[in-house]
């Protein structure tokens, strides 16, 4: 029983990841790998998914002998992704047929536009809760198929298989012997019916997608498959028993198995998504209906925004302004500081997302007087991440009908105690951060452990979930509701006609 193991394998967008994870839910090690991106024109992204297998491998071998373990003690798998991307092999050959296209890729806008597609955006949304977009898997596949030679009859002959990473990384690993996905990651290829919980012949036709290339969909806590022997040195028959987009193994991992329990990933951008339980709720202002998972990997709705420039706002203050060394300056820099003097910082580099909705928004600095400063400019900048933020969390709170009493946060800005602080204050609602902020991999690793029976769901795992600390609002009502107007007026400058 004490040697029992969880190997958590999360495939991100610049690297993949594996973790042991024990029985009491910790991790012992972790291994990490980039992989090459290829930009082949402006707006276009592109991984080879034999790179992005290949780290793979390389960090599950590199975790197991870090973790000192023999891999036979490995009882189960939890997969985690980058969502949406694409990939399409050959069923035979186990090769990819094109690049993999990922999901920052923009090549299919102009079909999305098309007169073929954009008069059907509003069934689109209501089967599959998106937005048509190219962002999505739909438009991506069906780019692959027109443009490889013979590609289309080869997958009508059901010669190809389609997956999004999730499903290559199990076919990979059972040798060939499952094609298969999971319900979060079918709610993000804009196939796949959120209402009915099966991929959607109208949209297959409207997208002239074959079924026969299409994934079995499983529930996330499911048996996705066994290893084949050998396969990244695992031996043969260790069950994938779970599998889950990051941003739900997130939710997942961060014990939000209730309906109006929300988390917020502080990176690169934000990633917030707020657990409806049974309730599918469309939002009138751009955010995304999607599926998540309860304790036990049974789907639930969930509604998700983003905020697109979070923390590389820093990365900004670092790489060109060069005000500071390394991110985590940007707490240390502004010590002592009560407040930005009225200066605002909207970092609107690539437009604004929900709810303004405004691609030609670019970012400003404004309310400078003489006695401003850098620290004055980097404090806004940390403040504007919580402004952001609470953009999308009032939007949750309003179409949800459900009062937020707790954000739980993960990601790499959410170790900015002064962030968090003055998020707490700014959304008047308490931040809880956990002790492991890998919530993404801890998600995929606990639904594993509860699918292979090593625990009985939510009563089990409430009891491996640790908090780090707990940030409570404490700022006054009129002052908090004087910055955020003062937000509010430099977005509108931020705001291009
Ligand atoms: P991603 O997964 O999007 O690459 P991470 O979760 O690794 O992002 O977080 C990295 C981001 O967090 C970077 O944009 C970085 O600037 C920011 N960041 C990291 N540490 C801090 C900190 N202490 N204060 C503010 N921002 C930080």
């Known amino acids: 029983m004490k040697n029992q193991y969880i190997l958590a394998l999360d495939q991100g967008t610049t690297g993949s990841r ?49 973790a000192k373990i023999s891999p036979q003690m490995i009882v189960a798998i939890g997969i985690t992704n980058q969502r949406e991307t694409t990939v399409v092999w050959d069923r035979r050959t186990s090769r990819p047929i094109h690049r993999a296209i990922v999901w920052q890729c923009r090549r299919t806008a102009s079909m999305c536009q098309s007169p ?31 443009h490889v030679r013979g590609a289309r009859v080869r997958a009508q002959k059901g010669e190809l298989c389609f997956g999004t990473i999730d499903s290559w990384l199990i076919w990979k690993l059972t040798g060939g012997q499952s094609h298969a996905t999971d319900m979060t990651n079918a709610s993000r290829t804009m196939l796949f019916d959120i209402r009915k919980f099966q991929w959607d012949e109208e949209i297959l036709k409207l997208l002239k997608v074959p079924a026969a290339v299409l994934p079995q969909v499983r ?47 502080y ?45 590389a ?34 970092p609107a580099f690539t437009g604004l997302g929900a709810p303004y909705w405004n691609s030609q928004a670019r970012g400003l600095i404004c309310g400078l007087t003489r006695g401003a400063n850098v620290r004055h400019i980097i404090r806004a900048a940390l403040e504007s991440i919580a402004y952001q933020t609470k953009d999308v969390f009032s939007l ?10 707790q954000l739980n946060v993960d990601g790499g800005a959410c170790k900015n ?19 492991t902020v890998e919530s993404t991999a801890q998600g995929a690793a606990f639904l594993a452990g509860v699918t292979a029976g090593l625990w009985q769901g939510k009563s089990d795992l409430q009891k491996l979930f640790e908090t780090e600390r707990v940030f409570h609002p404490s700022m006054p009502a009129a002052k908090k509701n004087a910055l955020y107007a003062g937000w509010q007026r430099a977005v509108k400058k931020s705001l291009l006609p």
């Open 267 to 311: 990176g690169t951008g934000c990633f917030l998504v707020l657990n409806t339980g049974q309730k599918l709720i469309y939002s009138q202002n751009g955010l995304l209906s999607t599926l998540a998972c309860d304790d036990r990997g049974q789907p639930v709705y969930a509604l998700e925004g983003a905020v697109f420039i979070a923390g």
């Open 18 to 66: 594996a973790f042991i994870f024990d029985r009491r839910g910790q991790i012992i090690s972790s291994s990490y790998q980039e992989f090459p991106q290829y930009y082949p024109q402006p707006g276009w992204v592109e991984h080879d998914a034999e790179e992005i297998w290949r780290s793979c491998e390389n960090v599950v071998k590199n975790a197991i002998r870090a």
């Open 219 to 265: 529930h996330s806590g499911s048996v996705f498959g066994k290893t084949a022997a050998g396969v990244a040195g695992l031996p043969s028959g260790i069950p994938i028993a779970a599998v889950m987009g990051d941003q739900q193994a997130a939710l997942y991992g961060q014990g939000c198995f209730e309906a109006g329990s929300v988390k917020n990933t």
């Open 116 to 146: 073929g597609l954009k008069p059907y955006a509003g069934l689109i949304r209501k089967k599959t809760g998106l937005v048509l977009d190219p962002y999505f898997s739909g438009t991506k596949i069906q780019w692959i198929l027109d």
């Open 313 to 346: 706002v820093i990365q900004w203050l670092r790489d060109e302004l060069k005000v500071i060394q390394k991110s985590a300056d940007s707490e240390s820099a502004i010590k002592g500081l009560s407040d930005t003097q009225g200066v605002y910082f909207v």
């Open 417 to 435: 105690n002064f962030l968090m602080q003055f998020q707490a204050d700014i959304l008047d609602c308490r931040i809880r951060r956990p002790k």
């Open 396 to 405: 949750l709170q309003k179409e949800s009908g459900k009062n937020l009493r």
